[in-house]
């Protein structure tokens, strides 16, 4: 499994897959990440980083606030969550990694694999495309996506935590499969 032979690497790079798979965000996204970026249980991707231009909140699980706290020391003071090698900047990519976690865990696959497992289990448990794609900042096409102006925070934030309490039970072992509930209005 990937997320056990994560144990072998530098807890920021470690750090940098688990948030792919975690909150289902971009590479570079995560990568780009910035403390003050931060706040109350969300991550705010500003629209100059986020592919699709727009601006994009993310709610935080359990299991990603915990891993913020702990890998808030390594980064020595920078602003950046992911600081580079040389203290400027951000990491920007995380090629030699990922080559090593793919003979470790002895699985073909590519960083952005993560974020499609993660959109593909959200929607097995139960939450609708529609959030998973709100979740993923996709742009929507349509007439409706012109009206709809509901920000779906509370669905992004019950689909992640769903989300993260199944990787622990899947990292844990207990394999308990569960739906969850959809929110209505």
Do not use: C
């Amino acid at each position: 499994m990937v997320w056990r032979a994560l144990a072998a690497e530098a807890q920021l790079t470690a750090a940098t897959f688990k948030l792919r798979l975690l909150t289902a965000q971009r590479g570079a996204e995560i990568l780009a990440m910035r403390w003050d970026q931060i706040s109350n249980g969300w991550w705010t991707i500003p629209a100059e980083i986020a592919k699709n231009g727009l601006a994009h909140r993310v709610p935080l699980s359990a299991p990603v606030l915990a891993m913020i706290d702990e890998i808030r020391s390594l980064g020595g003071g920078s602003e950046w969550v992911f600081p580079g090698a040389g203290g400027a900047g951000h990491r920007v990519a995380i090629h030699k990694a990922h080559n090593r976690l793919r003979r470790r865990a002895g699985i073909s696959f590519v960083p952005h694999d993560l974020r499609r497992t993660a959109a593909s289990h959200m929607t097995s448990i139960g939450v609708s495309r529609l959030v998973v794609s709100k979740v993923l900042n996709h742009v929507e096409a349509g007439v409706t996506s012109v009206y709809d102006r509901h920000s779906y925070d509370a669905e992004k934030r019950a689909a992640l935590d769903a989300w993260g309490r199944r990787i622990e039970e899947i990292v844990s072992g207990r394999q308990t499969i569960h739906k969850i509930v959809a929110l209505s209005v």
